[in-house]
Each structure stands twice: as structure tokens, then as C-alpha cells.
């Protein structure tokens, strides 16, 4: 990731966002629930700090808990339902953005794969990225 701030937003454009550099992680998840969320196999995240992000409208909000019993919130678009991020309980002050949200996504490249634990066989991965059954140990 450059130094650049990253701009985005959803499908019709009445929510935008830019994030402040740097990053704190970008994985690719194969988590269960961001299978369900997205329809895929796996979303490609980027970890920043909830200070880091300016957001242009207000976005709708889904709740339900996690695989590890705390909430997770999912904001997207309430009129085209483009996802924009998820936030909860366990990261706290961290949020996780859909860089395929991202108006140009080819800023960002995962350092790694999590919650291969949850993997579909048809889903096909970079295996030259680390792996991780979880989350690694990281601080976020």
C-alpha cells in the first residue's frame, strides 16, 4: 500500500470513504461468515485503526455473532448493498474494509491467507501468501 489515502465507496455511490495510510493488514478470509456475506469463497480485508476512515453518507448495518461469540457488524449501501466494512465486539477500535470496495483494488495486496480452516475446495488461492486456520498472531 502506498502512501496515498485509498478512496472507495459502494456500487451507486451514495456512500464514499477514503482511509488514511498506513494499513494495519490486508488478508484474504475464508471464514464461513464471509462466505455467507459475500457469496465467495473468500473477501480480501484491509485492517485499519476506526480513526483511519472518513465516511461520505451512513451507511446500513447487519449484526450477528461471530465464530468466536462476539458481535460483528457488516455497513454496506442500504440502496445497492455494496459491502463497505465490518466492524465488532473483538477487533474494538479496528474495522475491516472490503478492498474490493475500493475504487482502484489493485492498490492493496493480501500478506495472507485467514481462516483456512474454512476454505472451499473450489475456492483458488495464492499458496505462495502464508496461512493461517485462524487468525495469526498479530495486534491489531
Not at 478512496?7 to 462466505?35: H, M, N, T, W
Not at 484491509?46 to 451512513?58: A, N, W
Not at 468466536?68 to 474494538?92: E, N
Not at 493480501?110 to 495464492?126: C, G, H
Amino acid at each position: 500500500m502506498s502512501d496515498a489515502p485509498l478512496i472507495g465507496g459502494c456500487l451507486c455511490g451514495d456512500i464514499r470513504y477514503e482511509i488514511a495510510p498506513p494499513a494495519l493488514f490486508v488478508s484474504q478470509c475464508c471464514c464461513k461468515d464471509c462466505q455467507k456475506a459475500t457469496g465467495t469463497g473468500h473477501t480480501t480485508i484491509i485492517g485499519i485503526h476506526k480513526d483511519q476512515l472518513r465516511l461520505h453518507g451512513t451507511p446500513a448495518t447487519f449484526t450477528n455473532t461471530g465464530a468466536t461469540g462476539g458481535k460483528v457488524t457488516r455497513h454496506f449501501c442500504g440502496r445497492c448493498a455494496g459491502r463497505l466494512y465490518t466492524s465488532g465486539d473483538l477487533p474494538g477500535d479496528h474495522i475491516m474494509v472490503q478492498a474490493g470496495s475500493l475504487d482502484d483494488p489493485g492498490q492493496v495486496s493480501p500478506q495472507n491467507i485467514i481462516y483456512v480452516k474454512d476454505r472451499v475446495a473450489w475456492d483458488k488461492l495464492d499458496n505462495a501468501l502464508p496461512q493461517f486456520d485462524g487468525l495469526p498472531d498479530r495486534v491489531l
